[in-house]
């Protein structure tokens, strides 16, 4: 059981840069997968980044030179570092853990947050 807490969102204009974080509890952070994802209305949730236990990284296309992953396993941590934001990154993002990356990815049988608000202003 994992249990999610994301944090770092808000309105920020195109080009800026803010950083999302996500605390996680439970004493086996390090077994698994972790990554983000976001979701606008009306539209499916979209793969956004994911790290794996060995800190290797992986990114949506649409992402890929302006975000950034990483992990603190001693903290229990995840932190994404959105740069040169547009005004398609407007979603609320969440973070996940599985205990693969591959399941990660298909966004299923996962754990989830409750999800932090960001808004770009163009």
């Known amino acids: 059981q994992v249990h999610l807490i994301e944090s770092g969102g808000g309105l920020v204009q195109a080009g800026g840069s803010l950083r999302l974080s996500c605390a996680a509890s439970?004493?086996?952070?390090?077994?698994?997968?972790m990554g983000w994802f976001r979701q606008t209305p009306g539209k499916e949730r979209e793969f956004v980044a994911a790290?794996?236990?060995?800190?290797?990284?992986d990114y949506a296309d649409s992402v890929k030179g302006r975000f950034t992953i990483s992990r603190d396993n001693a903290k229990n941590t995840i932190d994404l570092q959105i740069n040169s934001l547009k005004p398609g990154d407007t979603a609320v993002y969440y973070c996940?853990?599985?205990?693969?990356?591959?399941?990660?990815?298909?966004?299923?049988?996962?754990?989830w947050g409750q999800g932090t608000q960001v808004t770009v202003s163009s």
């Open positions: 996940a853990a599985a205990p693969l990356t591959s399941i990660l990815r298909t966004g299923r049988g996962s754990y």
């Open positions: 439970g004493r086996t952070f390090s077994m698994y997968a």
């Open positions: 790290i794996r236990r060995n800190g290797d990284t």
